[in-house]
């Protein structure tokens, strides 16, 4: 994405998030695009791109779920055939989607992050990782240890990847909460590529 397309980005998401989304999810977003933009600037990726993402990630998840499907069908992100039988896992490509027609939004990078966000994949690219944590850590998210978010401070994105799927599944678990498969699979993944 040029740098001149990424001007102003983040704010204009900002907007449709206000327009789009409870006040509760607005909060979230932000918490995001904050988390995700300094995770960015540790990165060498343009802080801009995180903000971005992260505005945009939820955006697509207070629609219709009609609505939903028809944008996720349309995604510009290869999607997994899982996401059609999982109808909460659909507004992740929708938001891919919507970003795309309504923003303008070229960059493989930004549509990726909002695509995965909901299930994520171990291959996809270091702003999807980092949006896909940034979803689970932002400081909304009281689930979470302040000593977990202390420490994903100053990590990487595929460290900070796995923390943020080891504290969502171990909440999950603690809960008694089924974890999705996906989530799953990629945590799975992620470990055995660690050792
Ligand atoms: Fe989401
Ligand atoms: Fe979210």
Not at 13 to 41: I, N
Not at 134 to 151: F, N, S, T, W, Y
Not at 186 to 193: I, M, V
Request: proline share 7%; glycine share 6%; net charge neutral.
């Amino acid at each position: 994405m040029a740098d001149r397309d990424l001007e102003g980005l983040p704010e204009r998401l900002e907007a449709a998030a206000r327009a789009l989304l409870s006040p509760e999810r607005f909060e979230h977003s932000r918490g995001c695009a904050r988390f995700a933009a300094e995770a960015c600037a540790r990165s060498g990726i343009d802080p801009r791109k995180g903000r971005a993402a992260g505005w945009a990630h939820d955006l697509a998840k207070e629609l219709p779920r009609e609505r939903q499907m028809t944008l996720a069908r349309a995604c510009p992100v290869p999607v997994p055939d899982s996401v059609f039988r999982n109808p909460v896992l659909l507004h992740g490509p929708a938001a891919a989607t919507l970003v795309a027609r309504e923003f303008g939004v070229r960059d493989p990078e930004i549509l990726e992050a909002a695509a995965c966000h909901t299930v994520g994949r171990a291959d996809m690219g270091p702003l999807a990782k980092i949006v896909w944590a940034a979803d689970k850590l932002e400081p909304g998210r009281r689930h979470v240890d302040d000593e977990v978010r202390r420490r994903c401070g100053s990590l990487d994105p595929d460290s900070l990847l796995l923390e943020a799927l080891e504290a969502t599944v171990t909440w999950l678990r603690a809960k008694g909460r089924e974890v999705a498969p996906e989530t799953l699979d990629l945590y799975n993944t992620l470990r055995k590529e660690r050792g």
